[in-house]
């Protein structure tokens, strides 16, 4: 336990006493709220009728849509990236000084994951500071709800990074390896756009991201679809489903559950095997 | 049994290259032991083994009485280790590198205070336990990670290459922290060096070449074993004088620098003998007791070459050396 606590708490520590880090860290979600938020409400805007559309669709705001999205890439981007923190242990040496304590390697690599789960949802509830410039309401039982589902999504995707980061010696080739995952898998998660009339194939590769339901989830907590018309909620992408069968949000906590628990076992498991 | 550590047939295979073939040692509670050999002779692999980084291909080797395969955990426990490369976290400070130190070791919550007071009043860093890392020297990071090899109270410590890449006044001052420990904490201590200077102080020495031993003995006695004085000798023509020497006195000749080095039983008297008679001009000669390096230099016939510091060393300095 002490092992855990400790292996976080270093992890934890060093995230906010980079400043640097953490003001950079806004950089990206600003640019693509800004930027590519407000270029795409035009574009989209007019794809759905402009100034003449009628009804429900004219409510279609696309930086409100983005937003979800935005903290879940945030989150995505934090988790991942934390575990280049192995990566640069092992390059400046500092990896020996663990792996040659009496810790067990198990609780090192849960300690880990913890710390980059935590400094995913410090990141991902930093994007809150966005709400009052995109028109989106924040309660504070949207936030209570919101912080669970940030650190499992955070928990999950940690441990793909450690996963990833055990295999590999250099941490340009951790940088490299986590580029080319990390665009397909955000473009094919709907954080940036509405998921609808996609080819067969797509379909299938959204289905297969759990990305898609850790971004359903944000979008289903800060944009609560269900008081929405129909209509808008289709033109969103809010009706994720499967065979027919629209997801619901305890089964999408299920199913991130569950690939954390698969991903953080293969992770510990490949810990296990490292070698100082 | 009954030696803090006790290595038998321990061997390192790299794929096809055997980078340690066959080590056999025992070291004594309380002494001062040391690794000496050129780059590349299987130091830092031997040291590795024994502190349970890397597997042994072959052979076996325990600390404090545990196996270092079977009892991974139980060594880890008993050791503390100083690497030839820093392992320290720069971005924190000193009292968090040794506070961090104190939790993967199981240092009592109440204990760890006293204790890190303790280990930096030995290195003399009580007044930089606030500063952060990056901003120490490279003397001041090696003491520090002394400091830090020692909070769990290690009844072994490995140091590998504790002073490469200083300068001799920070090694001196290392040394005398080394040497304060083990008055002070009576603990064991199991180092590398490929210093001749630094191997002298060990209690034993063990002298490691292309992956074996080759001489193990307390520094007098290697030196005794070589047997009389050395005899250095510049002359204007050394490849002549070489041959002359050898068929006049009939002794083995080794060409080092501008010098020719070879051993006589008696020194004095042979000096007095040979410069009378010698006919090649001489233009320098010199009598001396031998040292570990001509223990080395007999033993192999060839030098450790202390002075040459190879690119390898040259990149830990910079990495040890502030930023
Ligand atoms: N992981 C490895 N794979 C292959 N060969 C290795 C590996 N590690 C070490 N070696 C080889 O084993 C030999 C012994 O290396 P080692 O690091 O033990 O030498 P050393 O005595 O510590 O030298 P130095 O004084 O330079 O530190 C070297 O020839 C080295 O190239
Ligand atoms: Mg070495």
Request: charge should be neutral; hydrophobic fraction near 45%; glycine fraction near 8%.
């Amino acid at each position: 336990m002490e092992a855990i606590y400790a292996i976080w708490q270093r992890d934890v520590l060093k995230f906010f006493r980079d400043k640097a880090r953490l003001i950079g860290s806004f950089a990206m979600p600003f640019m693509f709220l800004i930027l590519f938020g407000s270029g795409m409400s035009g574009a989209i805007g007019s794809m759905m009728g402009g100034e003449a559309a009628s009804g429900p669709l004219s409510d279609f705001n696309f930086v409100e849509f983005m937003f979800p999205g935005i903290i879940g890439m945030t989150v995505f981007n934090t988790a991942i990236f934390s575990a280049l923190s192995v990566v640069q242990d092992r390059e400046f040496g500092y990896l020996r000084e663990i792996l040659v304590s009496p810790m067990s390697r198990t609780s090192i690599a849960i300690g880990k994951v913890l710390g980059g789960s935590t400094v995913a949802l410090f990141q991902g509830l930093m994007m809150l500071v966005f709400v009052p410039f995109i028109g989106v309401t924040i309660t504070i039982p949207i936030i209570l709800k919101l912080i669970p589902v940030m650190f499992l999504v955070a928990f999950a995707i940690s441990s793909i990074g450690l996963l990833i980061a055990t295999s590999l010696k250099t941490s340009q080739g951790f940088q490299m390896v986590i580029q080319v995952l990390i665009f397909p898998m955000l473009f094919l998660s709907g954080a940036l756009f509405p998921l609808s009339g996609m080819p067969a194939w797509m379909d299938f590769l959204v289905k297969i991201n759990p990305l898609t339901y850790s971004v359903d989830m944000f979008k289903k907590i800060i944009l609560q679809p269900e008081q929405m018309e129909p209509a808008l909620r289709e033109a969103m992408g809010l009706n994720l489903s499967i065979f027919n069968h629209v997801i619901t949000f305890s089964e999408e906590i299920l199913v991130v559950a569950v690939l954390s628990i698969i991903f953080v076992l293969f992770a510990t498991i490949r810990f296990n095997r490292a070698e100082a | 049994m009954g030696h803090i550590v006790e290595v038998s047939g321990l061997k390192k295979r790299y794929k096809k290259f055997e980078a340690v073939t066959g080590v056999d040692l025992q070291v004594e509670e309380g002494e001062i032991f040391g690794f000496l050999g050129p780059n590349g002779a299987g130091k830092s692999t031997t040291i590795n083994m024994l502190s349970t980084i890397i597997k042994p291909s072959e052979g076996k080797a325990s600390i404090n009485g545990y196996d270092i395969v079977e009892e991974k955990n139980k060594v880890r426990a008993s050791i503390g280790l100083i690497f030839q490369e820093s392992t320290l976290d720069e971005k924190l400070t000193a009292n968090e590198n040794l506070l961090l130190h104190c939790k993967f070791y199981g240092v009592a919550k109440d204990k760890r205070k006293e204790r890190i007071q303790e280990v930096l009043e030995i290195v003399d860093l009580t007044d930089k336990r606030a500063n952060i890392v990056e901003t120490f020297s490279g003397g001041m990071k090696r003491r520090l990670e002394i400091a830090r090899g020692l909070l769990h109270y290690p009844r072994v410590l490995f140091l590998d290459e504790p002073t490469v890449g200083l300068d001799p006044q920070t090694r001196n001052h290392i040394w005398e922290y080394i040497l304060r420990l083990k008055k002070k904490a009576g603990i064991t201590i199991f180092l590398t060096t490929h210093y001749m200077d630094e191997a002298e102080i060990c209690d034993r020495v063990a002298v490691m070449d292309q992956g074996k031993l080759i001489a193990l003995d307390t520094p007098d006695q290697l030196k005794t074993n070589v047997g009389g004085d050395i005899i250095e000798v510049e002359t204007e023509n050394n490849q002549a004088a070489e041959a002359l020497l050898e068929e006049m006195y009939s002794v083995e000749v080794t060409a080092a620098g501008q010098a020719l080095t070879f051993q006589v039983d008696k020194g004095s008297e042979f000096l007095v003998k040979f410069v009378k008679e010698f006919d090649i001009p001489i233009c320098t000669v010199n009598l001396r007791r031998p040292t570990l390096n001509d223990v080395f230099l007999t033993l192999t016939g060839r030098e450790i070459r202390e002075e040459t510091v190879s690119g390898k060393d040259k990149m830990k300095h910079l990495k040890r050396g502030p930023h």
